[in-house]
């Protein structure tokens, strides 16, 4: 009988040990909750701190090694009008990354979608670092604020029904 403890004992230590491996899994989109266990609270960018909108983010498993990629939408009102016309989100990303044709080094950034069709990245301090053009999905039934959805290995990040490509490297 102890023998059978011991053993139940050690599958049970084995299964447990398991799951975080298990969750690395394979490259493709974040699940609703790898998202909400990833995404900061809130994030620093341009000398404050802005309140991150958990409810608007999106992730991407990059690597098997379970290295990602987080757009998030923050609550910009405590900024500058200026800051605000190129600031609404947060991008991390723990590998390089392809946004719309323009490479992007692993680290912090904002982001935002502007009038002009066109998504602008910036450094934390707000300094742009490349724009790129946008593309309007008509065809989306229902927009929400922001979303990363896969397409054939590929990802596009939307804020509404503007979208931009992304791709990991």
């Known amino acids: 009988m102890r023998v059978v403890s011991r053993i139940l004992a050690v599958v049970a230590l084995a299964s447990t040990m398991a799951v975080p491996l298990a969750a690395q899994g394979k490259p493709g989109l ?24 958990t409810r608007n983010c999106g992730g991407i498993r990059a690597t098997q090694d379970g290295k990602m990629v987080l757009a998030c939408l923050v609550d910009t009102s405590g900024y500058s009008a200026d800051i605000q016309q190129k600031y609404m989100g947060l991008l991390i990303t723990e590998v390089k990354l392809d946004v719309g044709g323009s490479s992007l080094a692993p680290g912090e950034y904002g982001f935002g979608f502007t009038k002009g069709d066109k998504l602008v990245v ?33 990802y596009k990040l939307y804020a509404g029904k503007k979208w931009v490509a992304l791709k990991t490297e």
């Open 122 to 154: 910036t450094d934390v301090g707000a300094n742009d670092l490349f724009s790129v053009a946008t593309t309007n999905d008509d065809n989306l039934k229902r927009p929400v604020p922001l979303k990363i959805v896969e397409e054939g290995g590929a």
């Open 30 to 53: 974040l699940t609703a909750e790898e998202v909400k266990k990833a995404a900061p609270k809130d994030y620093y960018y341009r000398g404050q701190s802005a309140t991150v909108q």
